[in-house]
């Protein structure tokens, strides 16, 4: 009986332990915000506003006298924006904490602020500071790739309604390739909340050019 007894504590296995959901950790985290004092207050904001009302959060959790609050200077732009600036402001945003983007400033002849949208396989985005302009591009396809140049033109041309914000010229890349960019502009002393919405627009409109294009656009093989 004994042995028989010791057989079957060896095989009593112990019960897994039970995994918490993240709502667990959700409400942990809620409750040691109303612990300390914080109240829950709903905003309904732009997609492109989030990050932006992250930091405002974080501020408006340190006491405060009314009327002393200050927003970042990044977050409206009092004076014309440089590259340099637009760089740092970008650097702040939780699209770029997340790798969602990473911003790089490119020299030369003619300088500009690259966004690499890695959730879009990577595709380039080019800021540049021009007079009173930001100008906010992306190569949407080059001229060799496209079977009938006059046909893709005139259909060009009469695409204006279907990609708000922006528009699609030519131009000839420092290599003498020529291509097609697609734009937009804004003035140069924008919101930075304008900047990122003419980026995530134009990261939009590129897509709905590519699909409504694709008829035009040359296979891999020809």
């Avoid at 005139?154 to 309604?161: I, Q």
Wanted: hydrophobic share 40%; charged share 25%; net charge neutral.
């Amino acid at each position: 009986m004994a042995s028989k007894a010791g057989n079957d504590k060896a095989t009593v296995k112990k019960a897994p332990a039970e995994k918490k959901t993240s709502s667990f950790y959700m409400k942990k985290m809620r409750a040691g915000l109303a612990d300390a004092g914080y109240v829950k207050h709903e905003a309904w904001v732009l997609p492109e506003n989030r990050g932006l009302l992250k930091q405002v959060e974080k501020q408006l959790r340190q006491p405060v006298m009314a009327g002393t609050f200050k927003l970042e200077e990044h977050m409206t732009s009092a004076e014309k924006w440089t590259l340099d600036r637009l760089h740092q402001a970008f650097q702040a945003l939780d699209e770029v904490a997340s790798k969602e983007i990473t911003p790089t400033l490119v020299q030369g002849a003619e300088q500009s602020l690259k966004l690499e949208m890695n959730e879009y396989g990577g595709l380039p985005i080019h800021i540049a500071v021009v007079g009173e302009q930001i100008i906010v591009d992306t190569v949407l396809v080059d001229v060799d790739s496209i079977k009938d140049v006059a046909r893709f033109n005139d259909a060009v041309l009469r695409s204006r309604e279907l990609f708000p914000l922006s528009s699609i010229g030519l131009e000839v890349m420092p290599n003498g390739q020529t291509v097609y960019n697609m734009f937009g502009a804004l003035s140069a002393n924008s919101s930075l909340t304008n900047v990122v919405t003419e980026v995530f627009t134009l990261v939009d409109n590129v897509q709905r050019a590519a699909e409504a294009f694709e008829g035009f656009f040359k296979k891999a093989k020809e």
